[in-house]
Every structure is written in structure tokens, then in C-alpha cells.
């Protein structure tokens, strides 16, 4: 009896934590806010359009069925969050953000070629020309607790048709900010319980 209402609990809690959020929570990123700032200087100026691969409740489902699925040595297959487009002066370009559970101990699949390692907050994370992520600890709610202690999150973003106009290390912290701020937001909407994700994002040099 206990154990069923300490889920009917943690189910209450997150079905008041998806109805407090908008349902474009995990993808909004508005010009001049931070997320919006760093888009435009990946993407280049003028619109962007935005595709919604996973709302809120739809996000906690499906990492809470690739945890229960995946072996403890593999990797689960990404899911995709949000699609960033820009096509100004004709040129095709865009960003891409997913989350991915992996073992504990790190990938085995999906490694990053000739990549930099940075830390951010103190977590690791890695960039290379096409792609970001940072990895992180998310002990999830309810019955999916344990599982979840096993494994770490990884939040990607993958770009295409950026034409650099600044350095390889003033376009590293953009990308690496960029995944910072986006995980965020799916880690409030997993409800993390041990708050991976805290505070203004501060990267530096370094493997975690």
C-alpha cells in the first residue's frame, strides 16, 4: 500500500509539473533571451523556424522507456527534442537537440570525432565542428529511480551548414552553452531529483 502511494504520489507531482509548463517549454528559445542569443550566432541572422519533436509529457515517456529497455552497457538511441532551421541568404542551417541515456561509466556508441573536452558548471562536455553535448547525472522520480542512478544523460546538440565567423574556441562556448541551457530544461522537466543542471552556465577547458 505504501509503495502505491508513493507512486500515485511522484505520478501527481509530475502531471503538475507538465501542467505548469507551456507546451513549446523545451524548445522556446526568443530572440534576446540567452538560448535565442547563441541560436542566432549558430544559425545567422533573420527567422528561424522551430520544430517540436517532444512535448513535456511526451519527453519523461520516452526517456522513461529507453531507461527500462536499454542494457546497463549500452547506449539508448537518442530522442529528438527540437529542430532549429534557418535558410538566410539562402544558405540551409540548422541545430538539432536530443537527450540519450548511456552507461555510468560513459558512451560506447555515438563518440565524438577529434573533439575538445570542456567543463561546464563542472560537468563534462565535449564539441567538435558538428556537434556538442554534456553529460550529466539524473536520478528521475518515482519507479525508475534505481535504473536511473545506474546510467548518465547526455544532451546533444548537432549542427549543419554553420559558416564560422569567429574562432574555433568562441564558437566551442557557444555550442557548449547552447547544450547547457537547452538541458536545463529538460532536466526540470524530468524532474531530476539531485538538480544536475544548476545556476548560469560557466564553461572552461578541461575533461571531466
Not at 47 to 68: I, W, Y
Not at 69 to 97: F, H, M, N, W
Not at 134 to 143: A, K, N, Q
Not at 194 to 208: A, H, I, S, W
Request: hydrophobic share 35%; charged share 25%.
Amino acid at each position: 500500500m505504501l509503495l502505491g502511494l508513493l507512486l500515485s504520489s511522484c505520478s501527481t507531482d509530475r502531471a503538475d509539473r507538465e501542467k505548469a509548463l507551456a507546451s513549446d517549454f523545451l524548445c522556446a528559445a526568443p530572440e534576446g533571451s540567452p538560448a535565442g542569443d547563441l541560436l542566432a550566432g549558430t544559425l545567422g541572422p533573420g527567422p528561424v523556424e522551430t520544430t517540436v519533436f517532444a512535448l513535456p509529457a511526451r519527453l519523461v515517456e520516452r526517456v522513461e522507456d529507453d531507461l527500462r529497455d536499454k542494457q546497463p552497457d549500452e547506449d539508448a538511441l537518442p530522442t529528438d527534442v527540437c529542430l532549429y532551421q534557418s535558410r538566410a541568404g539562402g544558405e540551409e542551417r540548422s541545430a538539432r537537440i536530443s537527450y540519450q541515456w548511456v552507461p555510468s561509466g560513459g558512451q560506447k556508441e555515438r563518440a565524438l570525432e577529434n573533439a575538445r573536452d570542456y567543463l561546464v558548471n563542472g560537468l563534462p562536455a565535449r564539441v567538435n565542428e558538428v556537434a556538442a553535448n554534456v553529460t550529466f547525472s539524473c536520478v528521475m522520480p518515482g519507479e525508475t529511480r534505481e535504473l536511473s542512478r545506474g546510467a548518465k544523460l547526455v544532451g546533444w546538440a548537432t549542427f549543419t551548414g554553420e559558416s564560422f565567423t569567429d574562432s574555433g574556441a568562441a564558437a566551442d562556448l557557444r555550442h557548449v552553452t547552447l547544450t547547457y541551457l537547452m538541458a536545463q530544461k529538460a532536466a526540470k522537466v524530468l524532474g531530476c531529483e539531485n538538480e544536475p543542471l544548476q545556476g548560469e552556465p560557466v564553461v572552461q577547458p578541461g575533461k571531466g
